[in-house]
């Protein structure tokens, strides 16, 4: 069953942090690392926004009212912090990085994996097939089956059994978090496949940056593709929109993309989240 990628505002349950074993005084009792408390109170008061690396996990949710903000948490050492963010910081991913996504959460699947890792981003990235990333991916002579053949090598299949939710590891987090960073740095106020892409091959450490050595790939010629890629792509919609001086102006996201609310009332979008083990 398809959902989105969001919890409504109305939260009343949200995930309390693993403590180590120490003394919880609001119960009186010692919580081990795998306990997770459900239990609020109130309804859940919205934060200040703090990006996409304090983002936890998706729900499901489908509704005609789709007023959301997305529930995450965060632990220092001295104990949990619960934060939260706003719909809007989804709002900056494009149809197509929002598309690659949801193939990677298929590539773990197929595979039989209950996480998306670096590899299953790059075969969503490839697969994608028609944003900037596949594009240049593909003018380096890399395609689908061959990625999948090498991910394959090293990762290997697993047991088959796949959760409903399919978590993101610790590096595919870092991915998402580094492709927020790119898109930052380019002056862009939306996340395409390209900024994925980029923060793909800035994290640079995964199995990803290994199936594309192994493919004979070079990272800096891929990124060096990928930019200038994204400067004809902005000259041309400037041109477009009136050419002369809007030729500087940054594609805005309804130019350049698509709204999150559209995608899950259409129920395009499917539910993940970020806690992993692996790569």
């Not at 796949?162 to 492709?179: D, G, M, N, Q, Y």
């Not at 892409?197 to 192994?214: D, I, P």
Request: hydrophobic residues 40%; proline residues 3%; glycine residues 12%.
């Amino acid at each position: 069953m398809a959902g989105t990628l969001v919890l409504p505002v109305a939260l009343e349950t949200t995930f309390a942090g693993r403590t180590g074993g120490r003394h919880c005084k609001s119960h009186g009792t010692r919580r081990t690392p795998s306990m997770l408390a459900m239990s609020l109170n109130r309804p859940v008061r919205m934060a200040a926004f703090v990006g996409l690396r304090s983002v936890h996990s998706f729900s499901a949710v489908r509704s005609s009212n789709f007023r959301s903000t997305v529930a995450s948490y965060r632990f220092s050492r001295r104990g949990r912090r619960a934060s939260f963010v706003t719909r809007a910081m989804f709002e900056r991913f494009t149809e197509k990085a929002i598309k690659v996504i949801m193939l990677a959460q298929e590539e773990a699947r197929r595979l039989g994996h209950n996480f998306v890792g670096t590899e299953q981003v790059l075969l969503g990235l490839v697969g994608e097939g028609t944003g900037i990333a596949a594009k240049v991916l593909k003018s380096m002579g890399i395609n689908l089956k061959d990625a999948r053949v090498e991910v394959e090598k090293i990762i290997g299949r697993g047991n088959g059994f796949v959760a409903v939710e399919i978590p993101f590891t610790p590096r595919a987090k870092r991915v998402l978090e580094l492709s927020l960073e790119e898109a930052r740095q380019l002056g862009h106020n939306y996340i395409g496949s390209e900024h994925l892409l980029l923060g793909l091959l800035r994290e640079g450490e995964g199995v990803a940056a290994r199936v594309l050595e192994s493919l004979g790939a070079d990272p800096s010629n891929i990124r060096t593709q990928v930019v200038r890629m994204i400067g004809e792509t902005t000259e041309a919609v400037g041109a477009g929109v009136g050419g002369g001086s809007s030729g500087n102006k940054m594609p805005t996201l309804e130019e350049y993309g698509t709204n999150l609310t559209k995608l899950a009332e259409e129920g395009k979008a499917r539910s993940c989240c970020w806690e992993g083990t692996t790569d």
